[in-house]
Nanobody
Framework: QVQLVESGGGLVQAGGSLRLSCAAS????????MGWFRQAPGKEREFVAA????????RFADSVKGRFTISRDNAKKTVYLQMNSLKPEDTAVYYC?????????????WGQGTQVTVSS
């Protein structure tokens, strides 16, 4: 079992920044990649970004490229999502999850989510 806990969400004005954290615990040895997803009210969950915990390779959704960065601290088993130039359409619950690779279609473990609200 892997437990994931997100933090760092909140209310921010458009153009502002937030940094989300995802701390992993438990049997993380097979969690080679971690990703961030988001779900806005009335919308399907969508992929945001992913990072390989082995190589550091990253992947981003087109909607966040150039604004969001993803990083990891393997010693702390924590992945970060730095969100800059936030827009109202970035408002959603953000979830982190584990996978085998950054290109995986299936993610194994999920956190409980953290709310991000961007006001216009």
């Amino acid at each position: 079992q892997v437990q994931l806990v997100e933090s760092g969400g909140g209310l921010v004005q458009a153009g502002g920044s937030l940094r989300l954290s995802c701390a992993a615990s438990g049997r993380t040895s097979s969690s080679y990649a971690m990703g961030w997803f988001r779900q806005a009210p009335g919308k399907e969950r969508e992929f945001v970004a992913a990072i390989s915990c082995i190589s550091g390779s990253t992947r981003f959704a087109d909607s966040v490229k150039g604004r969001f960065t993803i990083s990891r601290d393997n010693a702390k088993k924590t992945v970060y999502l730095q969100m800059n130039s936030l827009k109202p359409e970035d408002t959603a619950v953000y979830y982190c999850a584990t996978a085998y690779t950054i290109y995986a279609n299936e993610y194994d473990y999920w956190g409980q989510g953290t709310q991000v609200t961007v006001s216009s």
